[in-house]
Every structure is written in C-alpha cells, then in structure tokens.
C-alpha cells in the first residue's frame, strides 16, 4: 500500500499570502496519479487538481499542482477566507488508493 | 451532473453489519463507463478508502477491510451497496459514496455524495 504523507499538519497565514503543501509518497505513483481534494466542515471532499497537475472544472486558478513520483505539492496564491478547508492528497495509481491525513489551512 | 445519496441506519450495535445503500440519479451504475466507490471519514479524522466497483462486478477493497466488507452493484434499484461485518467502535464514520471519472479504478473522485454517519454502539 502506498502511504501518503502530508505536511505540515497545519497552516495558518494571512490573506493574500500563498500556501505550500506537500504530499510525500512512500513509493513512487505512476503516471502522476494524484489528486487534491478541499473539505470544508460539515461537507462532502471536493476535486481540485488530479494527475498530479490539472485543474477541475471551475476550480480558480489560485489553485495549481505539481510534482512527480514521490513528491507533490498543491500551491494555493493570493489566500482568501472561503480557502479556509483541510485539503487531502490521493494516489489512485494502486487500487483503492489511499489518502494523506490532510493539511488544515487557517487563516490569520 | 450525476447526484448520489446514501442512506442507511445511523446506529450498529457491535459485532453486527453495517449496511449501506447510495442512489444515483441522473446517471446510471450499469454505464460502462465508470467505476465507483466507498471512502469512510472517522469523526475529526482523515480520509479512508473502502474499496470500488464497476459494473460487471470488479472489485477492489482496501487490504485493512477486505475480510469484512462487500461492495456491489444493484442494477435494478441503480444503486451502490457496502455491506461490512462484526463492526466494532472504530467502524463509527461518516460513509461516502463516489464516481470515479473513468471506467479505472486508477482514476480520481469527480463526484461524491454527502455522507452518513453511522455510529457503532450498543
């Protein structure tokens, strides 16, 4: 099973500022395989980025991924409150894929 | 835009099966054209996959449930089943249901529904 290593735990930063967050693979996930998913309290995870680096439909381009193999990162521009949410990575390269602990990001 | 629902009963007593349904609406989980899936959430935890399925019958399950749970597809009702057994205190999560975007298993979530909490208590 590849396990997925999120950090940091948590994030807080001021509006306007922009996020780093990392996803560490224990083996390599081919074909980029990875997705980036936004949980607000209370509701269903949402897509933002999958293979690794393309936007979902309707996702602001504030958002943007990348990395290969064993390491990925989702970058988040320009802060804002509605950023507010714990984003969790996904490899679906091995089936049924598993998930980071996810990062909390806050808002100063 | 598919919708999908789950439903079920909010308390298990321990050692007993959950079961769980999820409705999908406008789309239908005999296409051949995606897989679907169950993924769990422990209060004030992270994300947990279960296992997906696709039409025919294919399954993969995560290693940690494999021995307990059963996933299939109701083709009459267009609905989705999660069937775990001898369910203890570490099964109480909120359980959602989800389309992969492709016929693969290796394809990510586009569409999830709201989840149920299901407790696990006598």
């Known amino acids: 099973e590849i396990v997925l290593t999120q950090s940091p735990g948590t994030l807080s930063l001021s509006p306007g500022e922009s996020a780093t967050l990392s996803c560490r693979a224990s083996q390599t996930v081919g074909a980029g395989y990875l997705a980036w998913y936004q949980q607000k309290p209370g509701q269903a995870p949402r897509l933002l980025i999958y293979d690794a680096s393309i936007r979902a439909a309707g996702v602001p381009d504030r958002f943007s991924g990348g990395g290969s193999r064993t390491d990925f990162t989702l970058t988040i521009n320009r802060l804002e409150g509605e950023d507010v949410a714990v984003y969790y990575c996904q490899q679906y390269d091995t089936s049924p894929g598993t998930f980071g602990r996810g990062t909390k990001v806050d808002i100063k | ?122």
């Open chain 2, 1 to 122: 835009q598919p919708q999908l629902q789950e439903s079920g009963p909010g308390l298990v007593k321990p050692s007993e099966t959950l079961s769980l349904t999820c409705t999908v609406s406008g789309g239908s989980v005999t296409s051949q054209n995606y897989y679907w899936g169950w993924i769990r959430q422990p209060p004030g935890k992270g994300l947990e996959s279960i296992g997906n399925v696709f039409y025919g019958g294919t399954t993969y399950y995560s290693a940690s449930l494999k021995s307990r749970v059963t996933i299939s597809v109701d083709k009459s009702q267009n609905q989705l089943s999660l069937k775990l057994r001898s369910v203890t205190a570490a099964d109480t999560a909120v359980y959602y249901c989800a389309r992969h975007w492709r016929a693969s298993p290796r394809s990510h979530f586009d569409y999830w529904g709201q989840g149920v909490l299901v407790t696990v208590s006598s």
